[in-house]
């Protein structure tokens, strides 16, 4: 072997390290050697530059120093500093030190690094009088210890940064995907040999566009690190800067060799993630060779010219946070695939493998990536008459027969036959039927009836779930199973179609994280209560619009309000403030610091015919409100306070936690109360205890028992109540 050939690692996501080894051979690479995870090869400096410049699937590049004894630390430290760093190090460099895996005498990553570190500082103030300055960030040389049982690895990490970051993303979406897994997934699909014959590449759910441009750079030939401004190399004493000059020069001229040629088609329903994948293409540098639009899988049309490939990645549950709607979504781009497509190839990547049972279509290759900690599966299909599963069985029907999922419908049959008539009886359209029965199937599951008469039509029911986010003890993958498990039987036994479930991960809030929009769908329905209607969503909030389980809260406001001049404080989209006017209040005031839920709670009131100037509303920090209308005294009979359990938003002054600050809440509230009226004071905290003490002079009757409805019997401590008098 010759002395320019050298030892090298190359890292790749796990599943594309054999693409990256089909790179590395075209780079000129000999004796390459793939791992699940990395690729191990030989090759001159020119073959380490190049895979650099031009690998479209590595993640870090590492030019191996050799392995040391890694038995104990001072092992190590020895090893560290017996080596000459002069060879590697100039001096005034700068240097930084990484470490990954481990053993028994090295359990941290970070003593790793130290070690290394501080043998290579030793070594270089014994040899030159000097240590190196410590720059964490771009350093001049990086250099990598990898720690595997008795033996370390030493490197210098020539990449610097990690490869799959190009530069051209600024905004990625919610779950993007990596630069170097979608290069990966296109080069596994052969889009190279398509683009040369003449084909197009189509993503129909393009997010923010990453495949898109991934595929334009492979097809302008252009290297995916050319505009990159730095690597762990440049400073390096072995650097040959007028060969790397040489490469990036070569690679420029390649890159404008080939007219640009708009083969590359992308649509998303969403506005915003069009928006962004022009903009990513654009930062590439490949937009002329994207034509992206606006449109939903049903008005995808193939488009004219030789057959090509349509790759994509669409959502599987996590990056959205819902499962409900995707089996549907996945059939319905299997129909598109099927009926607009035949003759192409397809390359599906998606995180939820048994969802891909809904495209009807029989996969040829199944291929294992991960996406940095999402395992995904890859799917290529030949579109034609034999690939078509006939008759193509939807993956609901595969998960509803699991023994637990019978058991979880069972329960739901149970709780629709004990409240079924209840509901009938007492009138009531939307209610709870399922709180968490079965611990292990934690979820709470609201059913939304037939909604607004005049709104209503065929299959208007809606099912609202939320899953409790299992606690990190649990094992997530069997508490996808579960969810996948209950969802699927869900529309089943509640008579709703499938794409009218809508479910939730919730987790404890902070701050004005309870009331945070989750997206921006701007989906609305309306629904009844108590002869009211409400416009609820069930997709861009953690919370619909409309709490269930203040349901006897409301109906008894409105009783109350029967000639009063009632204000509504936190009133959040004004449910209790509809209640009252339809009570007969002379007035209604509701205030929130929210505009989004003002204008919520003013459509409530037009929805239900109140369009009165008597009904106000106020943007406004309450407890600032509250302040500066004490000076105006007593002008209310009745005052609903609903605060949220704890926020801080920025329009606040200050933090409110209604355990903490209930009383003084309750005394500001008491001084805008007529001497015979009354203050209704609500609050979800669970663990709250009211300061019965400090409040001693007033009447205050706890009525949380008698306002927990039937539906909300077993979380009994859903919300306390409080009914407040003058003594």
């Known amino acids: ?6 030892y090298w690692i190359a890292t790749a996501p796990v599943g594309a390290a054999s693409v990256l080894a089909e790179e590395l051979t075209q780079f000129g690479a000999q004796d390459v050697r793939e791992r699940s995870h990395d690729v191990k090869f030989q090759g001159t400096l020119e073959v380490g530059y190049r895979t650099c410049l031009w690998s479209r699937t590595a993640t870090r590049v590492l030019l191996s120093l050799g392995s040391i004894d890694a038995g104990s630390a001072k092992s190590v430290y020895e090893a560290v500093k017996r080596i000459d760093w002069r060879e590697h190090l100039a001096p005034g460099a700068t240097l930084a030190c990484d470490c990954s895996g481990g053993n028994e005498s090295i359990r941290h990553t970070i003593y790793g690094s ?40 030493l490197s210098v990490d020539f990449s610097g940064e990690s490869l799959h970051r190009r530069g051209y993303r600024a905004e990625g979406g919610r779950a993007p995907l990596k630069e170097n897994v979608a290069a990966a997934v296109l080069l596994r699909a052969g889009w190279p040999g398509i683009y040369e014959r003449g084909g197009t590449l189509l993503d129909p759910m393009c997010g923010s566009g990453t495949l898109l441009t991934e595929g334009a750079l492979i097809a302008a030939d252009a290297a995916p690190a050319l505009d990159r401004d730095y690597f762990g190399f440049t400073g390096w004493r072995g650097h040959d800067a007028e060969l790397w000059e040489r490469l990036r020069a070569e690679a420029r001229e390649r890159r404008g060799a080939r007219p640009a040629r708009r083969c590359i088609l992308g649509s998303d329903v969403d506005a915003e993630a ?15 060779w994207l034509h992206v639009e606006k449109r939903s899988l049903r008005e995808i049309d193939r488009p004219k010219g030789r057959a090509g490939l349509v790759a994509t990645n669409p959502p599987y549950g996590e990056r959205i946070g819902a499962e409900s709607g995707l089996p549907a979504l996945y059939s319905e781009l299997g129909l598109t695939l099927r009926d607009q497509f ?41 579109l034609n008459e034999a690939s078509e599963q006939r008759p193509a069985e939807v993956v609901r029907a595969d998960w509803s027969s699991r023994p637990g999922a019978q058991m979880f419908a069972n329960r739901l049959r149970k709780n629709l036959q004990r409240l079924n008539p209840w509901a009938e009886r007492e009138h009531i359209d939307c209610f709870r ?3 968490a029965d079965m611990p292990e199937y934690a979820f709470a599951i609201d ?10 039509g065929p299959g208007s029911r809606h099912v609202y779930v939320q899953e409790y986010a299992p606690p990190k003890s649990v094992n997530q993958e069997s508490a996808r199973e579960r969810r996948r498990e209950a969802l699927a039987v869900l529309p089943e036994v509640l008579a709703v179609p499938i794409a009218h479930v809508h479910s939730r991960v919730r987790k404890p809030q902070k ?3 309870q009331y945070e929009k989750r997206e921006a769908k701007a989906e609305r329905h309306a629904v009844q209560e108590g002869g009211l209607k409400f416009w609820v969503n069930f997709r861009d909030y953690l919370d619909t619009g409309l709490f269930l389980d203040h349901r006897i809260v409301r109906a008894s406001l409105r009783e109350w309000a029967k000639g009063a001049d009632f204000l509504n404080l936190f009133c959040y989209t004004g449910s209790a403030t509809v209640y009252a006017a339809a009570g007969g209040a002379r007035s209604t005031t509701s205030v929130d610091l929210s505009n989004t839920y003002l204008d919520w709670a003013h459509e409530n009131l037009l929805l239900n015919g109140f369009r009165d100037a008597k009904h106000e509303l106020y943007r406004a920090d309450c407890l600032q409100w509250l302040e500066e209308q004490e000076p105006k005294g007593p002008r209310f009979d009745l005052i609903f306070v609903d605060p949220p359990t704890f926020s801080n938003s920025k329009r606040m002054e200050g933090v409110l936690d209604v355990q903490r600050d209930h009383v003084g809440m309750i005394r500001r509230s008491l001084k805008l109360l007529r001497p015979t009226g009354r203050l209704v004071f609500s609050t979800n905290y669970t663990r709250f205890k009211l300061d019965a003490a400090e409040l001693a002079d007033l009447d205050v009757e706890d009525i949380s028992a008698q306002t927990i409805p039937k539906d909300f019997e077993r979380h009994a401590r859903i919300h306390r109540c409080f009914s407040v008098k003058f003594g």
């Open 1 to 6: 072997m010759s002395d320019n050939v050298r």
């Open 114 to 153: 130290q070690l290394l570190k501080d043998g290579v500082c030793d070594n270089l103030r014994e040899a030159t009088g000097e240590r190196p300055n410590i720059e964490p960030e771009r350093p001049d040389v990086l250099l990598h210890m990898h720690v595997e049982g008795p033996t370390a690895l």
């Open 274 to 288: 069009v928006r962004m994948a022009i903009a990513n293409g654009e930062r590439a540098g490949v937009g002329d």
């Open 342 to 382: 035949q003759g192409w190839q397809a390359a599906i990547l998606t995180g939820n493998p048994p969802l891909a049972r809904n495209l009807g279509i029989y996969a040829k290759r199944t291929h294992r990536f991960f996406n940095g900690t999402i395992e995904c599966r890859l799917l290529r299909f030949e």
């Open 433 to 435: 039927v399922y709180d």
């Open 447 to 456: 059913l939304y009836g037939q909604g607004a008469p005049e709104f209503a």
């Open 511 to 513: 701050g004005s994280e």
